[in-house]
């Protein structure tokens, strides 16, 4: 099989990466990673030559070009269907691409007021109006399935589910945005698990900055 390459951006503010990177890192699935920083003028024009979106991520894999994160997820998922990249049960699948896809289109207040930043020390900032609403929605998501499945992840073991959320975990954390025991102990079992620390590990080390995603 041709390897798999997986154009990423910095690991200190790119969501998007992070959630393919986690998926399949979390999955032990073979793959190279390339990582084009961002520019910090708005646009690194390098994206336009691998990316027909001028976005990433992007997997490469011999001719084939995906993009969109969870396009991603599921095209390595389709090719290693023995990875446990999604839940094993059928009614656990389709419920995992129900919350990721609300996590791909959803949380807009969330997403936009609160850039992932895995440097940033802990802190509030104020908050626009729609976000208790988003955090409220994901603090649901979260307790209904561990509930569900017993945890510690979303659906028991790691999956994609919990990839397409991991930079929320972050968010919650660097913004201070949670105190309740139960969102409290997802986002520790997220952030104890070794693909967030490999990721975590190499944002620390990235010395670029982003002035726009420093909120
Ligand atoms: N919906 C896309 C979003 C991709 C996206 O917005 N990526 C950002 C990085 S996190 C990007 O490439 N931005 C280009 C730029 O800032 O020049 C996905 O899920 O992959």
């Known amino acids: 099989m041709d390897k798999l390459t997986l ?5 200190n503010y790119s969501s998007w990466s992070m959630r393919p990177w986690m998926a399949l890192t979390a999955a032990g699935v073979p793959f190279e990673e ?3 920083p961002f520019d910090d003028a708005g646009g690194n024009p390098k994206f336009r030559e691998i990316s027909p979106t001028g976005r990433v991520p992007v997997l490469h894999h011999g001719d084939v070009r995906v993009w969109e994160s969870l396009a991603i997820i599921e095209y390595v998922a389709e090719l290693f269907p023995d990875k446990g990249i999604w839940p094993k049960a ?14 791909l289109s959803g949380f807009r207040a969330l997403r936009g007021a ?5 440097r940033r020390p802990k802190g509030k900032i104020e908050l626009p109006v729609g976000l208790g609403e988003d955090v409220g929605r994901i603090k649901t ?4 399935l561990r ?5 510690p992840f979303l659906f028991g073991d790691f999956t994609a589910a919990d990839a397409m959320f991991a930079p929320v975990v972050n968010r919650f954390d660097v913004y201070d945005l949670v105190t309740d025991a139960e ?19 190499a944002a620390l ?3 670029w900055i982003v002035p726009s995603d420093e909120a």
């Open 141 to 144: 998501i979260w307790e209904e």
């Open 147 to 151: 509930a569900r499945s017993g945890g």
């Open 114 to 118: 609160c850039p992932m930043n895995m």
């Open 183 to 201: 969102t409290l102990a997802y986002m520790d079992a997220v952030k104890s698990h070794p693909a967030w620390t490999a990721w975590r590990d």
């Open 90 to 103: 059928a009614a656990d699948r389709l419920v995992a691409r129900s919350v990721s896809m609300e996590m």
């Open 34 to 36: 390339v990582l084009i």
């Open 7 to 11: 154009y990423i951006a910095n690991k």
């Open 205 to 207: 080390k990235e010395s």
